[in-house]
């Protein structure tokens, strides 16, 4: 029997990997966004920070969080304009309370 990682890989756990990045629809207020995600039969989104999801707005980021799970979807990062020896280190710490507040366990950055 193979139990190696990509013996256990199905359609369904596919599934559960595959999003959307809002980011490809930013003319979409994220209720839209979410939207296209559940009729794609998506179960992810990555929230990008230069729109629907900003920096140093908590509360929208809880929001957008709201919207994402309502629908039965899960955030599965954000996505940043974070770039490494660029960006000033205090951006870095806005990241990290916006991610906390938009319910995302990983933050893209531009390494």
């Not at 999003?19 to 179960?43: F, I, N, W």
């Not at 929208?60 to 020896?85: C, D, H, I, N, P």
Request: hydrophobic share 45%; charged share 25%; aromatic share 6%.
């Amino acid at each position: 029997m193979d139990t190696s990682p990509r013996a256990a890989v199905t359609a369904d756990t596919l599934r559960d990997r595959i999003g959307l990045c809002s980011v490809t629809y930013r003319q979409l207020s994220p209720t839209e966004l979410v939207a296209k995600a559940v009729d794609a039969g998506l179960r992810l989104v990555e929230w990008g920070t230069d729109g629907h999801v900003l920096l140093h707005d908590p509360e929208m980021a809880r929001q957008v969080r709201r919207t994402t799970e309502q629908a039965g979807l899960r955030v599965a990062s954000l996505g940043s304009y974070f770039r490494v020896g660029v960006t000033p280190m205090d951006e870095f710490d806005a990241l990290l309370v916006t991610a906390e507040a938009c319910g995302a366990a990983r933050i893209r950055i531009w390494a």
